[in-house]
Each structure stands twice: as structure tokens, then as C-alpha cells.
């Protein structure tokens, strides 16, 4: 009997301890997908990225290092194909050696990129990189300078053999956007991205209470989308083939399974600092929404006249054009958006998700990167992240969510960031890359599954939310304020010559450049 109780109390104080401990330390979960630590989950998956995902999902640094990564496409053999972009943005530090363009394979199926080409225009033969890049017809098509380049792909080797063929030249390079993203369709049809040289189209670039310039010049050879076909070498810049206007700045475009064409659009900034009698100081962080819009043959958008202001949820007419935050006018008529995000996010590279690989939610909708700007300080900032917007149609389908975080790090603004995201690509496996174009990172993420998998949804915070609390000093525009950027310099010569005289010769950006901001001058313009 005597042993009986002995072994009762045995087992009594080992349950106690037991539970003692497990008060104390933490379950250790089954699933560790979230990691920062670059350890190796209980699924294989290494997240030595450190971003912040949903449950079930991995990211990996496929390639690092690599140049100022803006846009890619992935290959149907899984070659990832990215443009970098040096020049003035970046503080005119020295480029790394060999071509713009980069092809990363993994040949060793460990999610990471152990083949780096180089391939395309270097800085000795006047190159600056670019942005735009896709695949059509077994042809890299690439911007460089102010062209599109198609580079021909041959069997037995990931980067062409030849010099590339120009498609189009003369497109403009003065200003705020001077970057030309595209997309090429199934008929060969060229979306290029021309975007604004200003601010708002006014008679002085960013001034405040400077006029709206009536009519707006600038509309003729920027502010909107063109088209031009792939399968045809040389052909000129020049307002005939304009597509759709009143776009400031289109650096997403995505096709949908239908061939629709969405884009996004880059808010104007300025409002309270160039018009403090008409908006208030938190309205500078609040106004106006980013914007996601279905595309459309002879649209107008309604830049720069129109901005769209979330919390009464539609288009309102811009103060250089005589509005005063209330009045419509003239945007009653122009085309609103199907989806808007905060202000200041600074949408850039978009991709749509038909791939099977990873949950049924996320597929037949867009990710889209968000750059981040400088305009929401000095409340918080925000983007910095991927999003996935559902779409249904040609139209949204419910809120949008934050997909993948923690690009920036600790500090989330234009000189703090330690990284931020530029482009996505889907790969034929259904792995999702995005590009980080400070410190050249290429990052993977796929989906694993298990026991966490669908938790840690994040909803993307509403267009109308308040601008938070004060946490930091006013910012301004890092690239400077290029006073002359609306006047047409250098885009009626592009337009008229062809881009003869610079198709072959990088053209100086120029901007006021203050110490420290360099390293960050591709900020706002993004």
C-alpha cells in the first residue's frame, strides 16, 4: 500500500510540474511560417525574407544584390527576367558591372536563384536601365532609355545572343515619371505607360497656389496610356496612338483572363502644403485615393483636373482647377475607379493570380505592390507592402487585404526603409516574386499549408480612415520639385525626331538634391 501511494504522488507532482512549465514557456507551435529568423520551419520552409505573411505561406530571398530591381516576368521555364534601373534616382552611384537587364534560374530547385545573367545595354554604351520588361513570342521586350527593345531568345541558353531590335523610341524622359512600365497582350499590343511630368499640370511644378495650366499641354504626349505593336521594329512616339487619358501615373497594369486591362494610379500630391486655405494639415495624409481602374479605350480619368476623395466617394475637381475639396464640375464626367486604397501608398507594380498553387481565395485577383511615398509625413506612413485586391468581372469583389508586410522594417518612410516593393511576377509553378528596387532583393513566397495555414488575414485599412496621430517632421518631394517639369523640353523634340537623337544617349534627369536623400530620390515618383 505503502508504494502504491508513492506512486501515486510521483505521478501527482510530475503532472504538477508539468503544468507549471507549460505556464511559463510557451507551446512551441507545430508551424512556424511567419519566422523572421531565417530558421527552418517544421514544413522545409526557410523565411529568411522576414515578411509577414498569412498562415501557411513562405518567403525566401530568391536573388540579392542585384541592381535598383523595378519590373519582371517570369518564363515559362521559370527564368525570372528583371530590368534594374541606375541614373540619377540613386544617388549616381556606380552601376554594377554587365547589361541592365538580369536572368535568375534556380537550378537547384531550393527557392533560390543560383544562375545571375546579365544581358542587354551597359552603362558604357550609354544605358541607365529601365523599367519596363515582358515576355511575347519567345522575345525579351525591355525598356531601355527612352525605347522599347526586343531581345530574341534562343534555345540552349536563358539570355539572347543578339544586340535587340528597337520597337519604339522617343518616348519622353523629362520630369516627375519618367519610367514607361508596359504590358504586351495575345494579339502583340503594347500598353505603355506615359506618365505625367508634373505634379497637377500647373503653370509652376508643385508651387503653391500656382494655377492648373488650361488646357493641359502636358496631355498631348504624357498623362495616359499608348499602344504600339509588338511585332513592328521602329516606330515613333507620338500623340496618334494615344490610348486613354487623364492617368498620372500607371505603374500597375495587369490583364485579366478576358483581356481587360487594369491599371493603377498614383495620387497627386500637395494639397494642404500648396493649398492650406482649402485643406487641413491631416488632409495632406488622407486625400487622395490611390485608385485601381478598368481601363478603357478613349477614357478619361480625369487627371490633373480630378482627384478622388474617398470619404465622399467620388471625384472631385483639383484647387489649380478651381476647386475647393467640394465642388465636381467637370469630373461628373470622367471615369471613376473600381477600387481605391490610401492615400500616399504609392501603387506600383501589379500581377494578376490564375495559378492553382496557392488558395482559391487568392486566385482571379491582383497583388499589387506598394512603393510607399513621402507625402503622408508627418502623420504615419503607409504601404511599404503587397496587397490582393479579389476581383469579380471587371469590378472589385469586397476589401482588399495586406498580403505580405515587414518590407520596410522598422522604419517605414522614403530614407528609412530598408526595402521596397516594386514589382510582382507570377512563375509557372504559382510562386509569387516581388522586386525590391533599394537593394536589389528578389523575393519568393509560396504556399506550404498546414496547421496555421488561413490565419493572420490582415484587412487593408479603408481610403477613408483618419490620418492617425503626429508622429514625425513635414517631408518633401525627394527628387525636388522640378519647377519646369510640365514644360514640354526634350518631349516635343522625342515626339517630332522620333527619339533619333536619343535613342542611343541617356537624357539628365535633374533635380534639387539634398544631402541624405539620395539614396531614396526614386521615392515618390515611383
Same mark, same amino acid.
Given at each position: 500500500?505503502?508504494?502504491?501511494?508513492?506512486?501515486?504522488?510521483?505521478?501527482?507532482?510530475?503532472?504538477?510540474?508539468?503544468?507549471?512549465?507549460?505556464?511559463?514557456?510557451?507551446?512551441?507551435?507545430?508551424?512556424?511560417?511567419?519566422?523572421?529568423?531565417?530558421?527552418?520551419?517544421?514544413?522545409?520552409?526557410?523565411?529568411?525574407?522576414?515578411?509577414?505573411?498569412?498562415?501557411?505561406?513562405?518567403?525566401?530571398?530568391?536573388?540579392?544584390?542585384?541592381? /535598383?530591381?523595378?519590373?519582371?516576368?517570369?518564363?515559362?521555364?521559370?527564368?525570372? #527576367?528583371?530590368?534594374?534601373?541606375?541614373?540619377?534616382?540613386?544617388?549616381?552611384?556606380?552601376?554594377?558591372?554587365?547589361?541592365?537587364?538580369?536572368?535568375?534560374?534556380?537550378?537547384?530547385?531550393?527557392?533560390?536563384?543560383?544562375?545571375?545573367?546579365?544581358?542587354?545595354?551597359?552603362?558604357?554604351?550609354?544605358?541607365?536601365?529601365?523599367?519596363?520588361?515582358?515576355?511575347?513570342?519567345?522575345?525579351?521586350?525591355?525598356?531601355?532609355?527612352?525605347?522599347?527593345? =526586343?531581345?530574341?531568345?534562343?534555345?540552349?541558353?536563358?539570355?539572347?545572343?543578339?544586340?535587340?531590335?528597337?520597337?519604339?523610341?522617343?518616348?519622353?524622359?523629362?520630369?516627375? /515619371?519618367?519610367?514607361?512600365?508596359?504590358?504586351?497582350?495575345?494579339?502583340?499590343?503594347?500598353?505603355?505607360?506615359?506618365?505625367?511630368?508634373?505634379?497637377?499640370?500647373?503653370?509652376?511644378?508643385?508651387?503653391?497656389?500656382?494655377?492648373?495650366?488650361?488646357?493641359?499641354?502636358?496631355?498631348?504626349?504624357?498623362?495616359?496610356?499608348?499602344? #504600339?505593336?509588338?511585332?513592328?521594329?521602329?516606330?515613333?512616339?507620338?500623340?496618334?496612338?494615344?490610348?486613354?487619358?487623364?492617368?498620372?501615373?500607371?505603374?500597375?497594369?495587369?490583364?485579366?483572363?478576358?483581356?481587360?486591362?487594369?491599371?493603377?494610379?498614383?495620387?497627386?500630391?500637395?494639397?494642404?502644403?500648396?493649398?492650406?486655405?482649402?485643406?487641413?494639415?491631416?488632409?495632406?495624409?488622407?486625400?487622395?485615393?490611390?485608385?485601381?481602374?478598368?481601363?478603357?479605350?478613349?477614357?478619361?480619368?480625369?487627371?490633373?483636373?480630378?482627384?478622388?476623395?474617398?470619404?465622399?466617394?467620388?471625384?472631385?475637381?483639383?484647387?489649380?482647377?478651381?476647386?475647393?475639396?467640394?465642388?465636381?464640375?467637370?469630373?461628373?464626367?470622367?471615369?471613376?475607379?473600381?477600387?481605391?486604397?490610401?492615400? /500616399?501608398?504609392?501603387?506600383?507594380?501589379?500581377?494578376?493570380?490564375?495559378?492553382?498553387?496557392?488558395?482559391? =481565395?487568392?486566385?482571379?485577383?491582383?497583388?499589387?505592390?506598394?512603393?510607399?511615398?513621402?507625402?503622408?509625413?508627418?502623420?504615419?506612413?503607409?504601404?511599404?507592402?503587397?496587397?490582393?485586391?479579389?476581383?469579380?468581372?471587371?469590378?472589385?469583389?469586397?476589401?482588399?487585404?495586406?498580403?505580405?508586410?515587414?518590407?520596410?522594417?522598422?522604419?517605414?518612410?522614403?530614407?528609412?526603409?530598408?526595402?521596397?516593393?516594386?514589382?510582382?511576377?507570377?512563375?509557372?509553378?504559382?510562386?509569387?516574386?516581388?522586386?525590391?528596387?533599394?537593394?536589389?532583393?528578389?523575393? =519568393?513566397?509560396?504556399?506550404?499549408?498546414?496547421?496555421?495555414?488561413?490565419?493572420?488575414?490582415?484587412?487593408?485599412?479603408?481610403?477613408?480612415?483618419?490620418?492617425?496621430?503626429?508622429?514625425?517632421?513635414?517631408?518633401?518631394?525627394?527628387?525636388?520639385?522640378?519647377?519646369?517639369?510640365?514644360?514640354?523640353?526634350?518631349?516635343?523634340?522625342?515626339?517630332?525626331?522620333?527619339?533619333?537623337?536619343?535613342?542611343?544617349?541617356?537624357?539628365?534627369? /535633374?533635380?534639387?538634391?539634398?544631402?541624405?536623400?539620395?539614396?531614396?530620390?526614386?521615392?515618390?515618383?515611383?
Amino acid at each position: 500500500m505503502r508504494l502504491f501511494f508513492r506512486a501515486v504522488f510521483v505521478i501527482f507532482a510530475s503532472v504538477v510540474v508539468v503544468l507549471f512549465l507549460s505556464r511559463i514557456q510557451p507551446a512551441r507551435p507545430s508551424v512556424r511560417f511567419a519566422s523572421s529568423t531565417g530558421a527552418v520551419d517544421d514544413q522545409g520552409c526557410s523565411n529568411d525574407a522576414g515578411l509577414i505573411l498569412p498562415g501557411g505561406f513562405c518567403a525566401t530571398v530568391f536573388a540579392d544584390g542585384i541592381g /535598383h530591381a523595378r519590373d519582371m516576368v517570369v518564363a515559362p521555364n521559370g527564368v525570372v #527576367y528583371v530590368n534594374t534601373w541606375s541614373s540619377h534616382y540613386y544617388g549616381n552611384k556606380p552601376p554594377h558591372d554587365g547589361g541592365f537587364l538580369v536572368a535568375l534560374q534556380d537550378r537547384n530547385s531550393l527557392g533560390k536563384a543560383n544562375v545571375v545573367e546579365r544581358f542587354g545595354e551597359t552603362p558604357q554604351s550609354g544605358g541607365t536601365g529601365g523599367n519596363g520588361i515582358a515576355l511575347y513570342k519567345n522575345a525579351i521586350y525591355a525598356e531601355i532609355n527612352d525605347r522599347i527593345v =526586343r531581345y530574341s531568345l534562343t534555345s540552349g541558353s536563358i539570355v539572347p545572343n543578339d544586340a535587340g531590335v528597337t520597337v519604339v523610341s522617343g518616348l519622353p524622359l523629362t520630369g516627375d /515619371h519618367p519610367m514607361h512600365p508596359f504590358v504586351i497582350d495575345s494579339k502583340g499590343e503594347i500598353f505603355v505607360d506615359v506618365a505625367s511630368p508634373s505634379n497637377a499640370c500647373q503653370e509652376k511644378n508643385r508651387g503653391a497656389g500656382s494655377p492648373g495650366k488650361n488646357p493641359c499641354l502636358e496631355l498631348e504626349t504624357r498623362g495616359g496610356v499608348w499602344v #504600339y505593336d509588338a511585332n513592328k521594329a521602329n516606330q515613333a512616339f507620338s500623340p496618334a496612338e494615344r490610348y486613354a487619358t487623364g492617368i498620372r501615373n500607371a505603374e500597375g497594369m495587369a490583364f485579366d483572363a478576358d483581356g481587360r486591362l487594369f491599371v493603377t494610379q498614383h495620387g497627386r500630391d500637395l494639397l494642404h502644403a500648396n493649398w492650406p486655405n482649402l485643406y487641413r494639415p491631416d488632409q495632406e495624409a488622407t486625400l487622395p485615393a490611390e485608385q485601381l481602374m478598368l481601363l478603357k479605350k478613349g477614357a478619361d480619368y480625369g487627371w490633373p483636373e480630378c482627384y478622388y476623395d474617398p470619404f465622399v466617394e467620388k471625384l472631385v475637381l483639383a484647387p489649380e482647377y478651381g476647386g475647393d475639396g467640394k465642388k465636381v464640375g467637370v469630373c461628373a464626367d470622367k471615369v471613376v475607379p473600381i477600387a481605391v486604397f490610401p492615400a /500616399h501608398w504609392a501603387p506600383n507594380g501589379m500581377v494578376r493570380y490564375d495559378e492553382k498553387q496557392f488558395p482559391a =481565395r487568392y486566385q482571379k485577383g491582383v497583388f499589387i505592390a506598394f512603393h510607399g511615398s513621402f507625402d503622408r509625413a508627418p502623420y504615419p506612413q503607409g504601404g511599404y507592402n503587397v496587397v490582393f485586391q479579389p476581383l469579380a468581372g471587371d469590378h472589385a469583389a469586397g476589401q482588399c487585404e495586406i498580403f505580405a508586410d515587414g518590407f520596410a522594417g522598422a522604419v517605414k518612410s522614403p530614407a528609412g526603409a530598408a526595402h521596397r516593393p516594386s514589382d510582382l511576377a507570377v512563375g509557372p509553378d504559382g510562386a509569387l516574386y516581388v522586386s525590391d528596387d533599394l537593394t536589389g532583393r528578389i523575393y =519568393r513566397i509560396v504556399y506550404r499549408g498546414g496547421a496555421g495555414a488561413g490565419t493572420n488575414i490582415t484587412p487593408c485599412p479603408s481610403a477613408a480612415s483618419p490620418a492617425g496621430e503626429i508622429e514625425g517632421d513635414n517631408a518633401n518631394p525627394p527628387e525636388g520639385t522640378h519647377p519646369n517639369a510640365g514644360k514640354p523640353r526634350g518631349v516635343g523634340r522625342l515626339a517630332l525626331d522620333a527619339g533619333r537623337r536619343q535613342s542611343r544617349r541617356p537624357v539628365p534627369i /535633374h533635380f534639387e538634391k539634398r544631402k541624405g536623400d539620395c539614396h531614396a530620390c526614386r521615392t515618390h515618383i515611383a
